[in-house]
């Protein structure tokens, strides 16, 4: 499986939000439990079910959303 294609979605799945795999992990959640500080180990430690490879997904996924020309509007 390629890492972007381990990001999914699915109007049926978390209203729809990128998701990991088709579980209910949405990606904006990853986001948020690393930027609070949680390492990928702490993450996979909590959620068995996720694999190393499912959070690089992530964050490749939150790269490739951050190459925008402007970030005007974008509330903090």
């Known amino acids: 499986m390629q890492t972007i294609d381990r ?10 939000k990128p998701c990991i795999r088709g579980l209910r992990y949405p990606v904006e959640n990853v986001l948020e439990w690393l930027a609070g500080g949680m390492t990928i180990d702490d993450i996979l430690g909590d959620y068995e079910d996720l ?8 964050l490749a ?16």
């Open 61 to 76: 996924y939150a790269a490739r959303l951050a190459h925008v020309k402007s970030i005007n509007g974008i509330a903090a």
């Open 7 to 16: 990001i999914t979605t699915d109007p049926s799945i978390c209203h729809g």
């Open 51 to 58: 694999e190393r490879e499912d959070i690089l997904a992530v």
